[in-house]
């Protein structure tokens, strides 16, 4: 492992466990700060000076001239540490290479596609005071559609991954969304390059180490337990609720005091 000043600051979600395989890929010694999402810890002063949206994940290290950095949003992070640490390319292409730019490609589509839609997906499915039904129909054919991109583009690599021959980080930032695809009421079953891709991350020792870093990762065996799939969504529900009608007032707070000064 080689020694780095690397602070991870992650709860059990997939953009945190993104962060924790691609480390565990790297073989890099890291401190790792587990933020309880529940007590809304991620909006306490000192996290926010970190990440100043209140998020995770967000990490914190030296640079070589002895300056602190402090980064937030997951795919900048994973570029961070593939730019800085990973000298010998195992999850990533050397920069300047047609496979790097594609790499990042893959990475935005993951952040500004799967992960957003997805997300809005499991929302209005497990945690919606309301089963809308066009949300759910909106979101979940979106997530499918995406999907369906990936196991295009996999069923045209020798490798089973995205890029080239070998696994990058655009693959390990989509692993724990597309392993969650349940949870979001949508299935990959119908996709088959997408599903073999799936159990080809699984079987490696750095993803299978990373996923439980933040806490255990359970999906597989969330899938097939009904009851403690409603307990969470009770329980996640009323939190997920409760942050929301939080931020609503802190907005309409800002909107006032604005409003009072012309903005």
């Known amino acids: 492992m080689t020694p780095t000043s690397i602070v991870a600051y992650v709860a059990q979600v997939p953009d945190c466990v993104k962060i924790t395989t691609l480390l565990e890929e790297l ?24 990440n100043p949206n209140g998020r995770v994940p967000a990490l914190t290290d030296v640079l070589p001239d002895g300056k602190e950095i402090k980064l937030f949003e997951s795919g900048s992070i994973m570029q961070y540490l593939a730019d800085r640490y990973d000298d010998d390319h195992k999850v990533s292409y050397p920069r300047g290479s047609a496979e790097h730019y594609l790499t990042s490609s893959w990475l935005f589509f993951q952040t500004s596609g799967v992960g957003p839609m997805q997300g809005q997906a499991m929302h209005f499915t497990r945690f919606a005071p309301q089963k809308l039904e ?15 991109v990936l196991d295009t583009a996999l069923s045209n690599s020798d490798s089973g991954y995205l890029v080239g021959d070998r696994c990058t980080i655009a693959d390990l930032a989509l692993w724990p969304w597309i392993v969650s695809d349940f949870w979001a009421g949508v299935s990959i079953d119908p996709y088959p390059h997408l599903k ?4 080809l991350m699984i079987s490696r020792p750095g993803v299978d180490a990373g996923r439980h870093k933040p806490g255990p990762h359970f999906m597989k065996e969330l899938a097939a337990d009904q009851g403690l799939q409603k307990t969470i969504e009770k329980v996640a529900g009323e939190w997920i609720r409760g942050m929301q009608d939080a931020n609503a007032k802190a907005n309409n707070t800002t909107t006032e005091t604005s409003g009072n000064v012309g903005h």
Request: charged share 35%; net charge neutral.
């Open 196 to 199: 073999k891709w799936e159990q």
């Open 134 to 148: 066009y949300p759910l129909y909106r979101y979940r054919t979106e997530t499918c559609r995406l999907f369906r």
């Open 27 to 50: 073989g890099l010694e890291y401190e790792m700060r587990l933020i309880d999402v529940t007590k809304a810890e991620q909006k306490e002063p000192w996290y926010l000076e970190i």
